[in-house]
């Protein structure tokens, strides 16, 4: 089936540093890519949408100088966290979907835990 | 997105039938119903969807009202490695992105 992978799976920062997160697509082409955001014991919440090539769609209240994202190519989207804040600490998961009917599943990546200290 | 209904937890025995049950009453014509489930530490995992007929797959069925406004997600027999969130939700035809509520937290006993 379609694999999506994330690095890191864990990252430690100091406050004020920015870290980048990997997104890739490993047997298919994800011409859509989507960044989720989950704070311990709550649900998924939707950060932004980026589709390859053309700029990112960000959710209401998500700020995207602070949240970079790249989707530079059918296989690759990338989320910076500049200047992160200890309240930035959360666990980051992107998801892909392929070209083709848009009731197709989405796969998810494995998620990043970030800490910032 | 029209939204859903789950409750927070339920408890299932292993090797027995699990019926996590879902209300949507104000789903759309189009809304099509899908189902993913989350362990622990790890991304969401695509289970099952349907939009007006009942759903086999190898993981689970998928029984949906006649009405559209409630489905039940069944895991026929229960394994200790099926205890995770499980989140019903409501897709449209505009856009592939899933909306995620707050699910029902499966707990699977020996």
């Known amino acids: 089936g379609a694999v999506v992978s994330q690095h890191p799976s864990r990252v430690i920062c100091k406050s004020g540093t920015s870290v980048k997160i990997e997104c890739r697509s490993l047997d298919f082409q994800a011409t859509t890519m989507f960044w989720y955001r989950q704070f311990p014991k709550q649900s998924l919440m939707l950060m932004a949408t980026?589709?390859?090539?053309?700029?990112?769609?960000?959710e209401q209240g998500v700020e995207k100088d602070k949240f970079l994202i790249n989707h530079a190519s059918l296989t690759l989207s990338t989320l910076t966290v500049t200047s992160a804040h200890p309240e930035d600490s959360s666990f980051y998961i992107c998801?892909?979907?392929?070209?083709?009917?848009?009731?197709?599943?989405?796969?998810f990546g494995n998620g990043t835990r970030l800490t910032v200290t | 997105d029209a939204k859903t209904t789950q409750p927070n937890s339920m408890e299932s025995n292993e090797e027995e039938p699990v019926h996590l049950p879902c209300n949507h009453s104000?789903?759309?014509?189009?809304?099509?119903i899908h189902w993913y489930r989350q362990l622990p530490s790890q991304g969401p995992e695509y289970v099952i969807h349907g939009l007006t007929s009942n759903v086999n797959n190898r993981m689970a069925s998928l029984a949906i009202a006649e009405d559209r406004k409630s489905s039940t997600l069944i895991l026929h027999r229960a394994t200790l490695r099926d205890a995770a969130v499980y989140y019903c939700?409501?897709?449209?035809?505009?856009?592939?992105?899933?909306?995620f509520g707050k699910g029902t937290s499966l707990l699977v006993t020996p």
């Open positions: 939700i409501l897709k449209s035809n505009s856009g592939y992105a899933l909306n």
């Open positions: 104000t789903i759309s014509g189009t809304d099509y």
């Open positions: 998801s892909a979907v392929g070209p083709g009917d848009n009731n197709s599943p989405l796969h």
């Open positions: 980026s589709n390859e090539g053309s700029k990112a769609t960000y």
